[in-house]
C-alpha cells in the first residue's frame, strides 16, 4: 500500500508529490508541465546585468588607454595600467547606467494548475487502488487538520504578546483619562481586534470541526489522531 508518482493521478515536482482532481480540466502532463515551467521562470529568466557591466569595463579601459597611446604618444606601463583601471570603472558604471535605462522585455506568465501536495506520510499509507479525487480529498482533509491544531497548540504563545483590547479600554478608564478621548480611543484599539476568550473559541471551533472530518480519514488509513 503506497502512492507514488507512477499513480495515473499524481506527478512528482521538487520530489513533493502532487494530485490532480479530476473536474480541474487539464491533464497530469499538462498540470505537472505548469510546475515545470513556474520552477524555470522562478529560477531565473531576468536578463543578468553582469556581463553587459564586464564587457562595459573592458571596453572602457581599452578606450581609454588607445586614447593615451595613440593620442598622446604614452608609453609608460605603469601610467597605462592606472588609465585602464580609471576607464573601466567608468565604462562599468556607463553601462550599468544604460542597463537600467532600457525597458525590461516583458516577463512571461506562468500559472500553476490545480493540484494538491499530497503528504507523505498520506502518499505511504494509501492504497494503490485509491483515486487522483481521494487523494486530493485525503490531502485537504489531513492538511487542514495539522494546520487547525497547530495553531490551538500556538494559541498561548501569540496571546502572550497580544494586547486585550477590552482589558486596554478599562485600563484607559482606570487612568483617569479625558472622558471625550477614552471613546475614540477605545473603538481605535479594538477595531479588527479579536479579544484573547474570542480567539480562542475560534481556534477551538477550527480545530473540532477539522478533527470532525479528518476522523475518518484517520480510520481509513492509520494516521494518529489527537485526543
Not at 512528482?12 to 497530469?28: E, I, M, N, Q, R
Not at 529560477?43 to 588607454?65: A, E, K, Y
Not at 592606472?82 to 544604460?98: K, P, Q, R, S
Not at 478599562?170 to 479579536?194: F, H, M, V, Y
Request: with cysteine; net charge negative.
Amino acid at each position: 500500500m503506497a502512492v507514488d508518482g507512477t499513480h495515473p493521478g499524481c506527478f512528482v515536482h521538487a520530489t513533493k508529490l502532487y494530485a490532480v482532481p479530476s473536474d480541474s480540466g487539464f491533464t497530469v502532463e499538462q498540470t505537472a508541465a505548469s510546475y515545470d515551467d513556474a520552477a524555470r521562470l522562478t529560477r531565473g529568466s531576468h536578463p543578468s546585468m553582469t556581463r553587459r557591466s564586464i564587457v562595459g569595463g573592458v571596453l572602457g579601459g581599452l578606450f581609454l588607454v588607445g586614447e593615451a597611446v595613440l593620442g598622446a604618444g604614452l608609453r609608460d606601463v605603469g601610467s597605462l595600467i592606472v588609465l585602464f583601471f580609471f576607464g573601466g570603472v567608468v565604462g562599468f558604471v556607463v553601462a550599468i547606467g544604460l542597463g537600467r535605462q532600457q525597458p525590461r522585455a516583458a516577463q512571461a506568465v506562468v500559472v500553476r494548475l490545480p493540484a494538491v501536495q499530497i503528504p507523505g506520510d498520506v502518499a505511504r499509507l494509501s492504497p494503490d487502488d485509491a483515486t487522483a479525487d481521494e487523494l486530493v480529498l485525503w490531502s485537504i482533509l489531513t492538511q487542514r487538520f495539522r494546520a487547525a491544531q497547530a495553531a490551538l497548540a500556538n494559541l498561548p504563545y501569540e496571546q502572550a504578546n497580544t494586547i486585550d483590547p477590552i482589558e486596554s479600554a478599562e485600563t484607559w478608564d482606570a487612568e483617569g483619562r479625558d472622558s471625550d478621548e477614552a471613546p475614540g480611543q477605545r473603538s481605535r484599539a479594538g477595531a479588527g481586534t479579536l479579544s484573547a476568550d474570542s480567539s480562542s473559541a475560534l481556534a477551538e471551533i477550527a480545530y473540532v470541526t477539522a478533527r470532525h472530518d479528518f476522523e475518518p480519514v484517520a480510520l481509513l488509513l492509520g494516521l494518529p489522531l489527537a485526543d
